[in-house]
């Protein structure tokens, strides 16, 4: 399984902005009514759960279920409110994990 | 005059026949009661009111495997008055949920966006819980032209 993620989150930002974050990891979110190249249906295993922690705190959450796109991608707002790390994580159904760091300074 | 009973060759093809649709079916999906009853496990049973968020969606989709959809609520996103969280439902795949947000104080504003699934034309949903334990929400009716797919290889 491919592993890898894609975070968009400002370099800088004024206390108290609020500022826009895109998140995306690369998994194909495999619903378990698709047939692969056997004919046999491909196990489901989805991104069940993804989260952004931000200055201390979980500061946004999402709970998944197949309808959401393979490659999940989420757009979500947070203010800023100190400089330092945002960290993103996807917990798929089989326990794997995806993380990503993403820093910004906030002046 | 009756038709001759079916021979044997006649009775394989219609196996083959109910094979071949069978493998063609889609699981059965969601359906309107099962989006209201997705929607009532979410609010706990409280109705939700229209106004004051918008869900938005394209109304005409050309590839139903990746709809891209946004979702704001009014809100001042305060500790005492904000958005707890933004859920996504549909009426037609296989199960009526999409995903459900988590937002609070700390989010600024009431803005989320994601990625969906369409197996076919429908309606879809939003619903926002609101802090003071009201919902509210937003339907789109959207059409589809190409189903996302769950009966062959490739993205569906």
């Known amino acids: 399984m491919t592993t890898g993620a894609l975070v968009r989150v400002p370099p800088r930002a004024r206390r108290g902005e609020v500022v826009e974050i895109t998140a995306m990891a690369a998994h194909p979110m495999e619903t378990g009514l698709r047939p692969g190249a056997d004919g046999r249906l491909v196990a489901r295993n989805i991104v069940h759960t993804f989260t952004c922690r931000y200055d201390g705190a979980e500061v946004f959450r999402a709970e998944l279920h197949p309808a959401v796109t393979a490659n999940p991608y989420f757009a979500f707002t947070t203010v800023a409110t100190r400089s330092g790390p945002l960290e993103f994580r996807w917990e798929d159904e089989r326990g794997e994990v995806i993380v990503a760091t993403a820093t910004i300074v906030v002046e | 005059m009756t038709p001759p009973p079916p021979g044997p060759r006649r009775g394989a093809l219609r196996s083959i026949v109910s094979i071949a649709s069978l493998a063609l079916l889609p699981p059965a999906g969601a359906t309107p009661a099962t989006l209201s009853a997705a929607i009532a496990a ?21 590839n139903g495997n990746s709809v891209p959809l946004r979702v704001s609520v009014d809100s001042p996103m305060t500790e005492a008055a904000h958005v707890r969280r933004i859920a996504v439902f549909n009426e037609k795949n296989p199960q009526p949920q999409v995903a459900v947000f988590r ?54």
């Not at chain 2, 609010?43 to 918008?54: L, S």
């Not at chain 2, 699934?117 to 879809?124: E, H």
């Open chain 2, 42 to 62: 979410f609010t706990g049973g409280v109705a939700p009111t229209e106004g004051g968020m918008r869900l938005e969606v394209p109304e005409l989709v050309e």
């Open chain 2, 103 to 156: 937002l609070g104080p700390r989010s600024g504003v009431a803005r989320v966006g994601t990625r969906m699934r369409m197996a076919d034309s429908q309606r879809i949903v939003a619903v926002a819980e609101l802090s003071d334990g009201s919902f509210r929400q937003h339907a789109v009716d959207v059409i589809v032209t190409l189903a996302a797919c769950i009966e062959t290889e490739g993205g569906g």
